[in-house]
């Protein structure tokens, strides 16, 4: 083989990629010749510099754009607004955007009725809960507020007696 | 999961499973990020955009790929062809000849393997002579010496004979050694 031959193998010579035969001649020649013992140098500390080249990390917003545009995309759950006139359980934690469990905790107090060991929930009435309890919620906001003015009322009062 | 290869995640995610591409994503992005930026001689903004676009298209692709080639071997040529269209665009044109590819110069780099200043100095160096490679050279350079693909890989991914892969690996490290000849006689 030519000097030039041995060359273009260093390369492969630095990362042990070559035969043994092919190694063995390889390195009987950088023995002998002076010349590619020099260019060997050269290219051994080449690799080295290659092997403290820095890396580059890529923008937080290219990764979530990417991920947007990938697994998000894809998999996201469709919200869904075609909900029947009965319902069951798990149909009734999305119309509400809650748990299973939530809905579980509260089962004492939402209309419902069971069908073959399940439990099901009738679009209508849950409406009607719902504005039931609305009401209540709104009940119990005012009682509080007319409790807190009376109680401000009061405490103006027993300032006043005891002057 | 994170022990599984490169392959068998990504048949994971052929047949459905998106986790396999999200590790997938994970364990390369760095290295095709750094990929990319180095291909379009140290472009940031476009970097960062032919990044996702990889990506996008690696996700929507997944039915082309074979489970007979490595992933990284496809992959890097997706990446590839990505640089190699924009580099010959059009707007690639335009910017160098208004000159932003100067402007931008070098980011610091997220993982500095030394603090010393003549190290720094020497990688540098060797940074801005990957720049001015050809682009067929650089690309060889990058995916041989950085990614550690092997001439035939690199032959397969390139459409390219192993040992013209070899010979243009060759002549680059030539001329890169020229560019660089004070640093590696420093070293002597």
């Given amino acids: ?163 | 999961m994170n022990k599984k290869t490169d392959e068998e995640l990504m048949m994971m995610f052929k047949t459905g499973n998106s986790r396999g591409f999200e590790i997938l994503f994970e364990r390369y992005r760095t290295r095709l990020f750094t990929f990319i930026f180095r291909m379009l001689g140290q472009k940031r903004e476009t970097a960062e955009d032919l990044f996702q676009e990889v990506y996008i298209n690696v996700y929507k692709g997944k039915d082309f790929y074979e489970p007979t080639s490595r992933f990284s071997s496809w992959l890097f040529t997706i990446a590839r062809n990505h640089c190699l269209n924009y580099l010959k665009s059009q707007k690639y044109r335009e910017s160098l000849k208004t000159g932003s590819l100067d402007s931008e110069g070098f980011p610091e780099p997220s993982v500095p393997g030394t603090s010393d200043a003549g190290e720094k100095d020497n990688r540098l160096m060797l940074e801005n002579a990957l720049s001015t490679l050809s682009e067929t050279y650089r690309e060889i350079v990058l995916l041989r010496a950085v990614e550690g693909f092997s001439s035939q890989e690199i032959g397969e991914m390139l459409n390219m004979n192993p040992t013209t892969v070899r010979s243009n690996y060759y002549r680059a490290r030539m001329e890169l050694k020229k560019k660089l000849l004070p640093v590696l006689e420093g070293g002597e």
């Fill in chain 1, 1 to 163: 083989m030519e000097c030039e031959e041995y060359r273009e193998l260093f390369p492969e010579y630095l990362k042990e990629e070559l035969d043994v035969h092919t190694a063995d001649r390889m390195h009987q020649h950088i023995e002998t010749c002076p010349e590619c013992r020099k260019a060997f140098r050269e290219s051994a500390e080449l690799d080295t510099l290659f092997a403290r080249l820095p890396v580059y990390e890529p923008s937080p917003e290219s990764v979530l754009h990417i991920r947007a545009e990938t697994i998000y995309k894809e998999l996201k759950p469709e919200k869904r607004t075609d909900f029947g006139e009965v319902m069951d359980i798990e149909e009734l934690a999305e119309f509400f955007r809650v748990t299973v469990d939530i809905i579980e905790e509260y089962i004492s107090d939402i209309p419902c009725f069971e069908l073959g060991g399940k439990l099901l929930f009738r679009k209508k009435r849950i409406e009607q809960w719902m504005e039931d309890r609305e009401r209540d919620f709104g009940f119990q906001k005012l009682n509080a507020e007319v409790d807190r003015i009376l109680s401000s009322q009061d405490a103006a009062h027993s300032w006043n007696d005891g002057k």
